[in-house]
């Protein structure tokens, strides 16, 4: 990992909002990193290559990731920090690297790139689309 953050949500799941997380659980879903190593299916990334680690996982191909409604995948959504070990940690592992990471272009900012991860598209779905 290059970046990550605390989240609100991770300072909720500290609170006890989210009885359903495991207590060793690591959290984070928001992050920048260097990949390491890809699994046999994945074609979009090889070792090297800096992303963006999108908070939500997303398959592709079901119904909901067809319709870019990734949050309704019933095995993606927002798992990671939460149903598996997140991103506050030195080594993650994403599932369905191909649909849930994004390339950074070399020009932009560590520390601007990570707020694509969760707070930047969240801040706009909830702060200018049900404003
Ligand atoms: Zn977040
Ligand atoms: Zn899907």
């Not at 506050?88 to 990570?114: G, T």
Request: charged share 25%; hydrophobic share 30%; glycine share 12%.
């Amino acid at each position: 990992m290059v970046k990550t953050t605390i989240c609100g949500t991770d300072l909720g799941i500290y609170k006890g909002k989210n009885p359903e997380v495991e207590s060793e659980r690591i959290l984070g879903h928001e992050g920048v990193g260097i990949i390491e190593e890809v699994g046999d299916s994945v074609t979009q990334f090889k070792k090297g290559d800096k992303v963006i680690i999108s908070c939500i996982t997303s398959c592709g191909s079901c119904s909901y990731c067809k319709k870019q409604m990734y949050s309704h995948y019933k095995n993606g959504g927002w798992i990671l920090g939460y149903m598996i070990d997140g991103v506050q940690a030195e080594y993650v592992r994403i599932p369905h690297a191909d649909n849930s990471l994004h390339k950074i272009p070399a020009e932009i900012d560590d520390e601007i790139a990570v707020l694509l991860s969760d707070i930047l598209p969240t801040g706009h779905e909830i702060g200018v689309h049900y404003d």
